[in-house]
């Protein structure tokens, strides 16, 4: 797999769109977090506020919503892209309401065609947003509605934002909600985590009218 191209440094990234009246039927929304803190052979610098930081992400939602899985992002990188995005134990993108994922993220580009990336545990693997269909898998139907990724540059706001997400957005994700890792969230706190958390709750609260922001990331 290709290397993410990423830029140290500040990168301020603007206000990408907004969306309202995201809300859930059931009572209760279905949701799955994928975090990574340590990469093979260190192929990227480990991250080692993820688990704490993941699980205040959960302990938030836990109270309103249903945790489907928890899991690393061990050979997990099918499971985010078209193909693998159901899974038969109903454990992986399309499976759910709502996707947390906690990794490295980076923007890259292969044949001409741009594409933003989030690293997986495996060494110089990516899962690639263009290899992506989310909303219209899942076994009820439907699938993914809210896709948040706490991992820089998945909105970078620049001449090709659309080019990178169009594709994986098609099959009907409402939302998709970027903080960079040294955003206004990135100190990350026991009272910042799950004040972000609940902003992007599927069901109800401030969940039920949510905007799309990239926020500024030094990565």
Same mark, same amino acid.
């Given at each position: 797999?290709?290397?993410?191209l990423?830029?140290?440094?500040?990168?301020?990234?603007?206000?990408?769109?907004?969306?309202?009246g995201?809300?859930t039927?059931?009572?209760?929304?279905?949701? +799955?977090?994928?975090? *990574?803190?340590?990469?093979?052979?260190?192929?990227?610098?480990? @991250?080692s506020? /993820?688990? $704490?930081?993941? =699980?205040?992400?959960?302990?938030?939602?836990?109270?309103?919503?249903?945790?489907?899985?928890?899991?690393?992002?061990?050979?997990?990188?099918?499971?985010?892209?078209? +193909?693998?995005?159901? *899974?038969?134990?109903?454990?992986?993108?399309?499976?759910?309401? @709502?996707?947390? /994922?906690d $990794?490295?993220? =980076?923007v890259?580009?292969?044949g001409?065609?741009h594409?933003?990336?989030?690293?997986?545990?495996?060494?110089?693997?990516?899962?690639?947003?263009?290899?992506m269909r989310?909303?219209?898998?899942?076994?009820?139907?439907?699938?993914?509605?809210i896709?948040?990724?706490?991992a820089?540059?998945q909105?970078?706001?620049?001449?090709?934002?659309?080019?990178?997400?169009?594709t994986a957005?098609?099959?009907?994700?409402?939302?998709?909600?970027?903080?960079?890792r040294?955003?206004?969230?990135?100190?990350?706190?026991?009272?910042?985590?799950p004040?972000?958390?609940a902003?992007?709750?599927?069901?109800g609260?401030?969940?039920?009218?949510?905007?799309?922001?990239?926020?500024?990331?030094?990565?």
């Amino acid at each position: 797999m290709l290397r993410l191209l990423t830029k140290k440094g500040t990168i301020a990234c603007a206000v990408a769109a907004s969306l309202s009246g995201i809300a859930t039927e059931a009572s209760a929304a279905r949701f +799955g977090t994928y975090c *990574q803190g340590a990469f093979q052979n260190d192929w990227v610098a480990p @991250l080692s506020e /993820i688990p $704490t930081t993941c =699980g205040w992400f959960n302990d938030e939602l836990d109270d309103t919503d249903q945790k489907v899985f928890y899991y690393n992002l061990v050979g997990k990188k099918p499971y985010l892209e078209s +193909g693998g995005d159901h *899974q038969p134990n109903n454990d992986s993108a399309d499976d759910v309401d @709502l996707l947390f /994922i906690d $990794t490295h993220g =980076g923007v890259g580009i292969s044949g001409g065609n741009h594409f933003a990336g989030m690293a997986m545990w495996n060494q110089n693997t990516d899962a690639i947003s263009t290899n992506m269909r989310l909303g219209d898998s899942a076994w009820w139907g439907g699938g993914l509605a809210i896709l948040a990724a706490y991992a820089c540059h998945q909105l970078q706001h620049d001449n090709y934002t659309w080019n990178r997400w169009h594709t994986a957005i098609e099959g009907g994700p409402k939302f998709v909600r970027v903080p960079g890792r040294h955003s206004r969230y990135a100190r990350d706190s026991e009272q910042t985590t799950p004040a972000w958390a609940a902003t992007v709750k599927p069901a109800g609260g401030q969940g039920s009218s949510i905007r799309m922001w990239a926020f500024r990331s030094r990565w």
